[in-house]
């Protein structure tokens, strides 16, 4: 008697990437099906029903989930996702990815169904999952927690309706170059007491990049069980800009104006904070951030490094 079939769930994001998302699954499922797979497919119309259908799809005991969508995709499903033991594939359909970059996953849409396959020949690694808490929310994340300058920039870019695209970011950028103020950080790592850091930005970093490949936190590793915590002195506009090479370069870590520390548990406090995980806005408040280790098995090529 022959053995089953694997079973893959593959929940997908239509719109991720643009829609991209709807095309990568295409070849997904194509690729999973042609290598013996029973695929079921689930389909979120919204990050409700998202969340809804992935909690459904774990339920069911899949041989592996394939989530085809973004970084922020996967990030909105971790509350459901987070301690159980079904293993996932993520098949990278968003803007950013680096999440799927950090742990080596093939990126880009020619790569949708290689990406697909790690369902069934992926090696197993356990991922760290972060938590971030504010005054008035919480949730898990993947990447980074930015606060301060970086994290007002991304708040700006959110409220403007104008311009579209890149232009709308970069019109962000300048009007809070123009507002550009030290924030009196008092930040606390692990059972230390808290003490001042004044700066520009924080960065809480699983993983090594946020904003499409900036490595904020360069040493950070996802599966360490460890946070990285990037923190930038008070700068000038012009220092500042001065900086921004260095970071897309990795190269900060060098600089004195930057400190950077490792920790299991971070807490930031400044007037007016706002955080953002993952790129997505969290809460405003006072900020705590913790880390589960090895709290997701993803797939990753046997290869995979990091």
């Known amino acids: 008697m022959a053995d089953a079939a694997p079973r893959i769930a593959v929940l997908v994001n239509p719109t991720s990437g643009r829609g991209r998302g709807r095309d990568a699954a295409d070849a997904a499922i194509a690729r999973l099906r042609e290598l013996g797979a029973e695929v079921v497919a689930y389909v979120g119309a919204s990050v409700e029903q998202s969340r809804e259908l992935v909690a459904e799809a774990v339920a069911a005991q899949p041989t592996a989930l394939?989530?085809?969508g973004g970084d922020g995709t996967l990030s909105t499903l971790l509350d459901a996702l987070v301690g159980t033991e079904v293993p996932i594939a993520l098949v990278p359909a968003g803007t950013g990815n680096d999440f799927a970059r950090a742990i080596g996953l093939p990126v880009g849409s020619?790569?949708?169904a290689d990406?697909?396959?790690l369902a069934l020949r992926g090696r197993p690694r356990r991922i760290d999952v972060g938590r971030v808490e504010t005054a008035d929310a919480a949730r898990h994340f993947l990447t980074v927690v930015a606060l301060g300058f970086d994290a007002r920039v991304s708040d700006r870019t959110n409220r403007l309706r104008w311009p579209r695209g890149r232009a709308r970011y970069y019109l962000a950028l300048l009007a809070e170059l123009a507002q550009l103020r030290p924030v009196p950080f008092r930040i606390a790592v692990d059972e230390a007491a808290a003490r001042p850091l004044p700066g520009t930005l924080v960065a809480i970093g699983n993983?090594?990049?946020?904003g499409g490949g900036m490595p904020i936190c360069p040493k950070a590793l996802p599966d360490d069980?460890?946070?990285d915590v990037t923190h930038v002195g008070p700068l000038s506009r012009?220092?500042?800009l001065r900086l921004f090479p260095l970071l897309l370069a990795g190269r900060h870590l060098e600089r004195p104006e930057v400190i950077s520390m490792r920790a299991s548990r971070v807490r930031v406090e400044a007037p007016g904070?706002?955080?953002y995980a993952d790129g997505e806005r969290v809460g405003t408040g006072a900020v705590t951030v913790t880390l589960r280790a090895g709290a997701l098995t993803m797939l990753v090529p046997a290869r995979s490094v990091r």
């Open 273 to 275: 904070l706002i955080a």
């Open 110 to 112: 020619v790569h949708a």
């Open 238 to 240: 012009t220092r500042l």
């Open 66 to 68: 394939v989530i085809i």
């Open 225 to 227: 069980g460890q946070l």
């Open 115 to 117: 990406a697909a396959a």
């Open 207 to 210: 993983t090594d990049s946020y």
